[in-house]
């Protein structure tokens, strides 16, 4: 496994709640920063959250602060991005990926096929 891989993304009502889950390799991403990315239909990727290696620090789009929450669990090589109150804005392709940096630039091509959800109405 050289790419993370993303799981847990579905069909979900608008208010609902969903868990995804990112496996990465270690060897590879051992003591990075680990983030969340998603590109609904017609947009750009864009940053959703971002957890640091030893989980001390953690960071938010605005537009899901207090809604979403990331965690991961280095002995299993997972990161966790927990939804909920989706809405219709949650739709997109979820991508998971080191970031860098002050600003949590996910570094270039380095996330999984992704996982998607897709929030119902």
């Known amino acids: 496994q050289v790419l993370p891989v993303e799981s847990g993304g579905g069909l979900v009502q608008a208010g609902g709640s969903l868990r995804l889950s990112c496996g990465y390799s270690?060897?590879?991403?051992?003591?990075?920063?680990m983030g969340w990315l998603r590109q609904a239909p017609g947009k750009e990727r864009e940053f959703v959250a971002g957890?640091?290696?030893?989980?001390?620090?953690?960071k938010y789009a605005d537009s899901v602060k207090g809604r979403f929450a990331i965690s991961r669990d280095n002995t299993q090589k997972t990161v966790y991005l927990q939804m909920s109150s989706l809405n219709a804005e949650g739709t997109a392709v979820y991508y998971c990926a080191p970031v860098y940096g002050s600003d949590w630039r996910p570094q270039f091509g380095a996330w999984g096929p992704g996982t998607q959800v897709t929030v119902s109405s």
């Open positions: 957890i640091t290696w030893n989980a001390g620090r953690t």
């Open positions: 270690s060897e590879i991403f051992g003591g990075s920063t």
